[in-house]
């Protein structure tokens, strides 16, 4: 009796189906991407939706890695009266409680100081917003977490500031065997196939121009297969996918 022949399903095929929007609405919420009024609906459905509630799980659990990547950071002492001092603030120097004087919070002229420091701070607001106003809108921004296909970890991320040029950052990916390459592919909605980016190390952080493709655009699929040790010698993906994700607008 002759094995079967027909191919196993895509690893992506989850991603293809009537799951996409759920998907894409969990990692816009962990993401902090959504507008107030969507947020809202969200937490509201997370109290009955299940379904959305196991995918805000998993995406949670597949960014939590990335919180690692940047170290926390103390502010200098010096940093909060600097800002009082922009702002035109004076903090004034401590009343002794003595009986007979003024309590330091009764005084006139703390008081005044506190008005002008707010008057201050309100201007130097509307100046800062007044300034983003007139600037041109920020260019599109875009994110891609790669994750093996069957236990969703995370192995690689993808940060798009422009839509012309990517940066691969490695979260911990398995380097290739000695005869072996790891091979970065895309493909956008409606292009006829996968396009190579290149041959990638793991643990090698790499930037990628876009000059002769097409913008990036949301939804773009994203993936890492294990190839022969010069690459695929089809231009088309060989081997196994290690790794695949699809582009996030973020902004």
């Known amino acids: 009796m002759k094995a079967s022949t027909t191919p196993p399903p895509h690893p ?15 990692a816009e919420y962990v993401l902090g991407t959504l507008s107030h009024a969507s947020r809202q609906g969200v937490e509201r459905r997370l109290a009955t939706d299940t379904r959305l509630a196991e995918r805000v799980q998993a995406w949670e659990t597949r960014l939590h890695p990335m919180t690692s990547l940047v170290a926390p950071v103390e502010p200098a002492p010096a940093t909060w009266p600097r800002i009082a001092e922009s702002v035109g603030y004076r903090v004034p120097p401590p009343v002794r409680a003595d009986r007979g004087r003024t309590r330091w919070w009764l005084a ?14 309100a201007v ?3 100046v800062l917003l007044g300034r ?3 600037q041109p809108p920020p260019a599109p921004r875009y994110v891609v977490v790669l994750a093996e296909p069957r236990d969703k970890t995370p ?6 500031s422009t839509d012309r040029r ?6 911990g990916a398995q380097a290739a065997p000695p ?29 990628i121009p876009f000059d002769k493709l097409p913008a990036l655009q949301p939804n773009q ?11 695929s010698p089809i231009g088309r993906p060989t081997g196994p996918i290690l790794y695949i994700g699809r582009a996030l607008k973020v902004s």
């Not at 293809?16 to 929007?21: C, I, M, Q, S, V």
């Not at 192995?155 to 798009?160: E, T």
């Open 155 to 160: 192995g690689w991320l993808i940060q798009a």
């Open 179 to 207: 005869d072996r390459a790891l091979q970065f592919w895309t493909k956008g909605d409606d292009w006829a196939g996968p396009v190579s980016l290149g041959l990638v190390q793991a643990g090698q952080r790499v930037e």
């Open 132 to 134: 983003q106003i007139m």
């Open 12 to 26: 992506d095929a989850d991603d293809r189906g009537g799951d996409d929007e759920l998907d894409r609405l969990a």
């Open 166 to 171: 990517i940066t691969l950052i490695p979260l």
């Open 108 to 121: 006139l002229p703390v008081w005044r100081g506190f008005a002008l420091g707010a008057t201050a701070c």
């Open 124 to 126: 130097v607001l509307a």
């Open 221 to 231: 699929l994203f993936e890492i297969t294990l190839e022969p040790a010069t690459g």
